[in-house]
């Protein structure tokens, strides 16, 4: 096991926190209340979502899907997205 610093900055105050980070891995889990957004942005890597509780409508490139405990949501490289919480959510961000 391995212990590792955390820090992150998002663009608004929402709850983050940074779980692991090595080399061009990274974990990340974001609680949201219902109503928060976090506006479009890309991410250079591989990303999944993990939602641990709740649900929340992901924006990818123009299409909308909601994601929940029952799906998980994967997006390539430099995919241009945003999301909106439907209830109060609890999500892993991993980022490969």
């Known amino acids: 096991m391995e212990m590792i610093s955390v ?13 692991f980070s090595q080399h061009d891995k ?7 209340k219902a109503g928060e957004v976090i506006k479009e942005h890309r991410s250079p890597k ?4 993990f939602v641990a509780q709740g649900e929340v409508e992901f924006t ?8 929940n405990q029952e799906r998980i949501l ?7 997205h945003a999301l ?3 209830t109060d959510v609890s999500l892993y961000v991993v980022k490969c």
């Open 46 to 49: 591989h990303v999944f979502i």
């Open 74 to 80: 994967y997006m390539e490289p430099d995919e241009l």
């Open 84 to 86: 909106k919480a439907i």
């Open 60 to 67: 990818v490139n123009g299409e909308e899907v909601e994601v």
């Open 26 to 32: 990274e974990i990340v889990q974001i609680k949201l």
């Open 7 to 19: 820090s992150h900055t998002f663009e608004k105050l929402i709850q983050a926190k940074k779980l």
